[in-house]
Structures are given as structure tokens and as C-alpha cells.
């Protein structure tokens, strides 16, 4: 029997006004993504990926089509229930990290519960827990300018899977990275999936790529496989 679909897009289209011109970042997108799948989507810069993920993750609007998560069509949802969407549904890995300076790591990993709604000697020890489970404990006190950028995005994902999301999104997250930070990256994915972790992986890099499960390839705000 096939896994649920996690993810379920037909014909998404996203559409930016530029001037006069309008430009079609998302041309008639149609992905499926079972729960428990790690899949890579692939293409140059400006093919549409990030914004791809963006619509997913509840962060943009389509302005066409019908995006579905976890059976849910977000195309129905007010600001509130998205923002719900995002907090608990879907975790997301940015390739500049974006965490706090001004908090230690085990703050920064505990933020999306605080804005859950979850108490703060909770947050923290699911924090620190999440932090122990990806080899971080040792620097949960730590401010983020005292970590390696291998520490950083370990860090990040934690952040990313402190909610408990049903889907794991990364953008370029081995963007910033060298090559043995980045493998080192790579091989958590991989751990987390076989842990049954859903997770949809942004890349423009092949290498990167082969190691999802399987790759799809955008061009143009459309899919070309």
C-alpha cells in the first residue's frame, strides 16, 4: 500500500507584477510527494525551486493552481491557519541560516515552540533533547557567532525540526557550506529519512541530488522530467 501524499500540487502557477510586465516564477507546477520520501528538486537559478518551496511552507500565495499539504489545500486557508501551517506542519532549512545572534543555540532551536505557545521549560528541553539527538548538546549554551558553519546548519535544522514537522524543507541548505560540512549535511538528511523523516531538498548541484531518492527538475517555473 503507497504512502499518503505529503505534498500535492497541480498546476501551480505564481505570478509576479514587475513594472508592466508580469513575470511567471511558477508556470503550471505538478509534484507529488509521498510522506517518507527524500526528494531533490533540481534546476539553474531563477527556475522556479525556491519559490516552489515558499508556496509549500505556506510563506507565498499561488495565484493559480492548488497546492496540498498533508491533505490540507492551503489555497483555503486564512493568514491564520497558515501561519498554523507553518508552525506546525512543515519545518524549513534556509541556506543562510537565519538564527539569532543575540540568542544562545538552545534559544534559537526552542524559538518556533515559544511562538506555539509551548512553556518555556519545555521548549528548552525539547530543545536541548533535539540538540543531543544531532550531536550539538556540548554547544546548546553557546551564542551563534561561536559556531562552525557546519554547527550553524546542524543548529538550524534542529530549529526546523523542533515541532515535530510531518515535512522537512531545505533551501540550497549546503549553499554556505564547504564539501565536508556539506557531505556531513547531506548524510543527516539521509539519517533523518530513514527515520521517516519527509524531506524536500532545493539544490542546483547533481552531487547533492544523487543522494535523495528521487530527483525532479525544474526550467523556467515549470517541471522538465
Known amino acids: 500500500m503507497s504512502a499518503p501524499l505529503a505534498v500535492e500540487a497541480h498546476d501551480l502557477e505564481r505570478v509576479y507584477a514587475s513594472g508592466t510586465?508580469?513575470?511567471?516564477?511558477?508556470?503550471?507546477?505538478t509534484l507529488a510527494v509521498r510522506s517518507g520520501e527524500f526528494v531533490a528538486v533540481m534546476g539553474p537559478s531563477?527556475?522556479?525551486?525556491?519559490t516552489l518551496l515558499n508556496v509549500i511552507a505556506g510563506l507565498?500565495?499561488?495565484?493559480?493552481?492548488?497546492?496540498?499539504?498533508?491533505?490540507?489545500?492551503?489555497?483555503?486557508l486564512d493568514e491564520q491557519a497558515l501561519a498554523?501551517?507553518?508552525?506546525?506542519?512543515?519545518?524549513?532549512?534556509?541556506?543562510?541560516?537565519?538564527?539569532?545572534?543575540?540568542?544562545r543555540v538552545v534559544e534559537?532551536?526552542?524559538?518556533?515552540?515559544?511562538?506555539?505557545?509551548?512553556?518555556?521549560?519545555?521548549?528548552?528541553?525539547?530543545?536541548r533533547a533535539l540538540l543531543e539527538?544531532?550531536?550539538?548538546?556540548?554547544?546548546?549554551?553557546?551564542?551563534?557567532?561561536?559556531?562552525?558553519?557546519?554547527?550553524?546548519q546542524r543548529a538550524a535544522i534542529a530549529r526546523a525540526l523542533v515541532s515535530d514537522p510531518a515535512i522537512l524543507l531545505a533551501d540550497e541548505p549546503t549553499g554556505n557550506l564547504d564539501s565536508a560540512?556539506?557531505?556531513?549535511?547531506?548524510?543527516?538528511?539521509?539519517e533523518l529519512h530513514a527515520q521517516g523523516q519527509t524531506v524536500l531538498l532545493v539544490t542546483h548541484d547533481a552531487t547533492i541530488a544523487a543522494h535523495a531518492?528521487?530527483?525532479?527538475?525544474?526550467?523556467?517555473?515549470r517541471m522538465v522530467d
Open 84 to 103: 498554523r501551517h507553518r508552525s506546525k506542519r512543515v519545518g524549513m532549512v534556509f541556506q543562510a541560516f537565519n538564527l539569532l545572534p543575540r540568542y
Open 133 to 152: 539527538r544531532l550531536g550539538m548538546s556540548a554547544r546548546a549554551e553557546h551564542r551563534t557567532n561561536e559556531l562552525s558553519g557546519g554547527e550553524l
Open 46 to 50: 531563477g527556475s522556479g525551486k525556491s
Open 21 to 29: 510586465a508580469t513575470v511567471a516564477a511558477l508556470a503550471g507546477v
Open 108 to 127: 534559537n532551536v526552542a524559538l518556533p515552540l515559544a511562538f506555539a505557545g509551548t512553556g518555556r521549560a519545555l521548549r528548552l528541553a525539547k530543545a
Open 213 to 221: 531518492e528521487r530527483t525532479v527538475r525544474m526550467r523556467d517555473g
Open 60 to 76: 507565498e500565495r499561488p495565484t493559480g493552481g492548488t497546492i496540498r499539504v498533508g491533505g490540507e489545500d492551503l489555497t483555503k
Open 181 to 190: 560540512n556539506g557531505a556531513a549535511l547531506i548524510a543527516l538528511f539521509k
